[in-house]
C-alpha cells in the first residue's frame, strides 16, 4: 500500500507541477497515475472475490450472495471513472457514468431479491 500511496503521491505532484505549463499535459499524467492505481487495486479485488468463492463453496452459500461483492466492485469502478472524468472536465459524462454504475447494481442485485423472495415464500404457509 505504501509503494502506491507513494506512486500516486507522486503522479499527483508531476500532474500539478506539469499542469501549471501545460494542462492538457498534466490531465494525462492525473489519468495514467490514477488508471495505474486502478488496475493494482483491480488485482487486489479479484483476490478477494476468489477468497469469497472459495468460502462459498466451503459453506454452501448460494453463489447468488457473491452480488454482494460485485455491487461493491462496480461502486468502486463507476466511482473512479466519474472522478476521472469530472478531473477531465467532462462532468455530463461523469454523470452518465454515475448513473450507469447505479444501474448496473440494481441489475446485480436482482437475483439476490428474487433469492430473498423465494426463501419468503417458502417460509409462509
Known amino acids: 500500500m505504501i509503494q502506491i500511496a507513494l506512486f500516486a503521491i507522486a503522479g499527483m505532484m508531476l500532474a500539478v507541477f506539469v499542469g501549471n505549463m501545460c494542462r492538457e499535459i498534466g490531465i494525462w499524467i492525473a489519468l495514467v497515475t490514477g488508471v495505474i492505481v486502478f488496475f493494482y487495486a483491480i488485482r487486489k479485488f479479484e483476490y478477494m472475490v476468489?477468497?469469497?468463492?472459495?468460502?462459498?463453496?466451503?459453506?454452501?452459500?448460494?453463489?447468488?450472495?457473491?452480488?454482494?461483492?460485485?455491487?461493491?466492485?462496480?461502486?468502486?469502478?463507476?466511482?473512479?471513472?466519474?472522478?476521472?472524468?469530472?478531473?477531465?472536465?467532462?462532468?455530463?459524462?461523469?454523470?452518465?457514468?454515475?448513473?450507469?454504475?447505479?444501474?448496473?447494481?440494481?441489475v446485480v442485485s436482482l437475483p439476490v431479491l428474487q433469492t430473498l423472495l423465494e426463501t419468503i415464500g417458502e417460509m409462509m404457509p
Open 50 to 106: 476468489d477468497m469469497f468463492r472459495t468460502m462459498t463453496e466451503y459453506t454452501g452459500i448460494k453463489e447468488e450472495y457473491i452480488a454482494v461483492l460485485k455491487m461493491i466492485g462496480i461502486a468502486y469502478i463507476s466511482e473512479f471513472t466519474a472522478t476521472l472524468c469530472k478531473d477531465a472536465g467532462q462532468h455530463a459524462i461523469a454523470c452518465q457514468v454515475d448513473f450507469f454504475g447505479k444501474m448496473s447494481m440494481v
